[in-house]
T-cell receptor, first 112, second 117 residues
Framework: GENVGLHLPTLSVQEGDNSIINCAYS??????FIWYKQESGKGPQFIIDIRSNMDKRQGQRVTVLLNKTVKHLSLQIAATQPGDSAVYFCAENYPGRRALTFGSGTRLQVQP | GAVVSQHPSRVICKSGTSVKIECRSLDFQATTMFWYRQFPKKSLMLMATSNEGSKATYEQGVEKDKFLINHASLTLSTLTVTSAHPEDSSFYIC?????????????FGSGTQLSVL
């Protein structure tokens, strides 16, 4: 399953399918990006990061893709599991900014 | 990853009282910590940057006298919500920066749900 931009804040997928969560970031000068996972009532958990000199980075079951031309970031989760159900935030940082700026988030619901 | 401990996880208080929230880096030293506020189903809003040994830097619109931040050591930052009112009810989250400029990561505490009656 895939969501497009921030107009679909909830993404529902079947267990075992691949998920793609998208994020449009705001600042063309941003050089560092992170994806976080937040479960209900908990703090965000680091998933994966990528610097602007890369366009792809892979982790365990997750891949982050960066398209600087259109200021777009995506998180791909392979073989989505019920435990992946959470809200996912992208965050960006740019030179001179002392803290991360968070996107509005996407809720991922995994149907068993 | 690095561990950031935040306490309490939940607090209920009467209007007019002050509430202190602690944020500790357990296995690393954090010269910089951040405090965020999050409303239900919303994203994280940066409130302030806590710098060890110096005054916190507040974001525009955040009342310094309302949200007191103290970063007295390299492992502890505290946020005190003074004279809390129901509109201060929210989820507060701290985070600490690990690493140098080129490889820094941000790790979060588990958050504090504040409910002001």
């Amino acid at each position: 399953g895939e969501n497009v931009g921030l107009h679909l804040p909830t993404l529902s997928v079947q267990e075992g399918d691949n998920s793609i969560i998208n994020c449009a970031y705001s600042n063309s000068a941003s050089d560092y990006f992170i994806w976080y996972k937040q479960e209900s009532g908990k703090g965000p958990q680091f998933i994966i990061d990528i610097r602007s000199n890369m366009d792809k980075r892979q982790g365990q079951r997750v891949t982050v893709l960066l398209n600087k031309t259109v200021k777009h970031l995506s998180l791909q989760i392979a073989a989505t599991q019920p435990g992946d159900s959470a809200v996912y935030f992208c965050a960006e940082n740019y030179p001179g900014r002392r803290a991360l700026t968070f996107g509005s988030g996407t809720r991922l619901q995994v149907q068993p | 990853g690095a561990v950031v401990s935040q306490h309490p996880s939940r607090v209920i208080c009467k209007s007019g009282t002050s509430v202190k929230i602690e944020c500790r880096s357990l296995d690393f030293q954090a010269t910089t910590m951040f405090w965020y506020r999050q409303f239900p189903k919303k994203s994280l809003m940066l409130m302030a940057t806590s710098n060890e040994g110096s005054k916190a830097t507040y974001e525009q619109g955040v009342e310094k006298d309302k949200f007191l931040i103290n970063h007295a050591s390299l492992t502890l930052s505290t946020l005190t919500v003074t004279s809390a009112h129901p509109e201060d009810s929210s989820f507060y989250i701290c985070s600490a920066k690990v690493g140098g400029t080129l490889n820094e990561k941000l790790f979060f505490g588990s958050g504090t749900q504040l409910s002001v009656l």
